[in-house]
């Protein structure tokens, strides 16, 4: 397993931007795909976004067109940008990983799943007022 540190959560208006990161122990980043989950008080975790150590993405309809997800290999580190927050974005935010072996490939629906994923980080709040 690789170790998941998230970091960039904070409060902001809605409409307002904030870009979380999520930095991987490790020497073999680029074999792991990524995903961000949230977690609202009440409710289940649900997926926000995903990218494939191949490269494909995937997002959830709520933030599709608002979030970004990208990686960069070299730093061991994966981002969510957030653009045009809204309220309900309000949540705490996971990092999750998974480790690729022998260059299998997936389809991306595979990784809209928590059980896809082996690792976890601790999470980071974000808060969008009104």
């Known amino acids: 397993q690789v170790q998941l540190v998230e970091s960039g959560g904070g409060l902001v208006q809605a409409g307002g931007s904030l870009r979380l990161s999520c930095a991987a122990s490790?020497?073999?980043?680029?074999?792991?795909?990524m995903g961000w989950f949230r977690q609202a008080p009440g409710k289940e975790r649900e997926f926000v976004a995903t990218?494939?150590?191949?490269?494909?993405?995937g997002y959830a309809d709520s933030v599709k067109g608002r979030f970004t997800i990208s990686r960069e290999n070299a730093k061991n580190t994966a981002h969510l940008q957030m653009n045009s927050l809204k309220p309900e974005d309000t949540a705490v935010y996971y990092c999750?990983?998974?480790?690729?072996?022998?260059?299998?490939?997936?389809?991306?629906?595979?990784?809209?799943?928590?059980?896809?994923?082996?690792?976890w980080g601790q999470g980071t709040q974000v808060t969008v007022s009104s």
């Open positions: 490790g020497r073999t980043f680029s074999s792991y795909s």
């Open positions: 999750a990983a998974r480790k690729e072996s022998g260059g299998v490939t997936r389809s991306i629906n595979y990784y809209y799943s928590n059980f896809a994923y082996d690792s």
């Open positions: 990218l494939s150590w191949s490269g494909t993405s």
